[in-house]
């Protein structure tokens, strides 16, 4: 007999095959319950399931969404020029802000297990939530601008999901398609919150349970969906009570963005015991003997500068006064000008990059 085994480590997976998956589902679940039509066009069906645009990183499209688009769809010139806008945005996101501030990330999480002091890890942790924000909204807008080339219109997937002042909200914000999909086909039909307090707070917890599971299979995933799922069950108990009501807001986006941040470490590192390790570095709970690199080797007025650009630019600060000013004369000349001169300092960054891809390229 030939041993045919193999290993599961080496069987190759289909580019974004979450994605794939929870888009074949929604085909399969909207038809069943008749919020879509059959396709009886297999071109037109293979074409929802691999639309290139979103296939590798989302967002995802629910197919009661999009099947009218795939049959009857228009390509216009303010479409196609919104969409080459759209994709030069979510490009400079990337391959600006993303990726200089995951260099550094990548710098300081490189060199753990070494020895580095607790400044250096709130440094690595800040430019990680940046980077994972601006690689991913990035890699959004870009599908969206492409889809509108194409005369598609695909939803939003963030919306400044660091202002938010719960987790609930912030998944509201935050990769909005997948949180929808969930909430339409996993948390609806458990009960929702139809079938009682208790029974709602377990729905959350397998929600969440799901998330994790859909990132991967690591532990690290397992508990970081866990981990957003236990917020989402104290603000559910919390919520109506007075003491509660009177926190300022200012207080409950800080606490929201430290629950996020904290999330985010078991979600950059490859082992709950490197999570554990760096949260207590974080907290001086552990300090090394020695330490190989301190917070004066990685943090220079060049970091500052774009550690403050990218929080700047993940609030929608920027994005009003556009929509303040956009009725000026000449507004839209100066803005086509602004968004070549970005187009060309992307593609400088690109030249003279390595090779980095997007984050989400893995799910």
């Keep these: 007999m ?3 085994s193999i290993p599961l480590k080496y069987i190759a997976l289909p580019l974004g ?3 794939i998956s929870f888009q074949a589902i929604s085909y399969i679940v909207d038809i069943y319950r008749g919020d879509a039509v059959v396709n009886k066009n297999p071109f037109y069906v293979a074409l929802y399931m691999s639309l290139f645009p979103k296939v590798t990183s989302g967002p995802i499209i629910k197919y009661k969404h999009i099947d009218e688009q795939i049959r009857n769809r228009s390509i216009t010139i303010e ?3 919104y969409g080459i806008e759209r994709f030069i945005f979510g490009l400079a996101k990337k391959v600006i802000i993303s990726d200089i501030l995951g260099n550094m990330s990548d710098d300081i999480f490189s060199v753990l297990n070494t020895g580095i002091d607790t400044p250096s890890s709130w440094i690595a942790i800040i ?16 599908a969206i601008g492409l889809a509108n080339m194409f005369g598609f219109n695909f939803i939003e997937n963030f919306n400044y999901p660091y202002i938010s002042k719960s987790i609930r909200e912030f998944w509201r914000r935050w990769h909005i398609s997948l949180s929808t999909w969930f909430k339409e086909y996993l948390y609806i039909p458990l009960g929702g919150n139809r079938k009682g307090s208790t029974r709602t707070l377990i729905n959350l917890l397998i929600v969440f349970f799901a998330t994790g599971i859909w990132h991967g299979a690591s532990p690290n995933f397992i508990i970081w969906g866990f981990w957003h799922g236990l917020f989402m069950v104290i603000e559910r108990l919390i919520k109506d009570k ?3 009501k009177k926190i300022p807001n200012f207080i409950k986006l800080i606490l929201t963005l430290f629950i996020v941040m904290l999330g985010w470490v078991f979600f950059r590192v490859n082992s709950i015991s490197e999570a554990i390790k760096f949260i207590a570095i974080m907290f001086g709970i552990k300090q090394y003997d020695y330490v190989s690199f301190d917070y004066r080797y990685f943090l220079n007025t060049k970091l500052i500068v774009w550690i403050i650009i990218g929080a700047v630019l993940s609030t929608p600060l920027i994005s009003n006064i556009f929509k303040k000013y956009k009725n000026i004369k000449g507004f839209e000349l100066v803005k086509t000008i602004l968004i070549g001169i970005l187009f060309i300092i992307s593609i400088i960054f690109i030249v003279n990059s390595t090779y980095s891809p997007f984050i989400y390229f893995q799910f």
């Design 79 to 81: 479409k196609f020029s």
């Design 17 to 19: 095959i979450s994605f």
């Design 2 to 4: 030939f041993n045919t």
């Design 127 to 142: 430019c990680y939530t940046l980077q994972i924000y601006f690689d991913f909204s990035g890699y959004s807008d870009m």
């Design 242 to 244: 007075d003491w509660y």
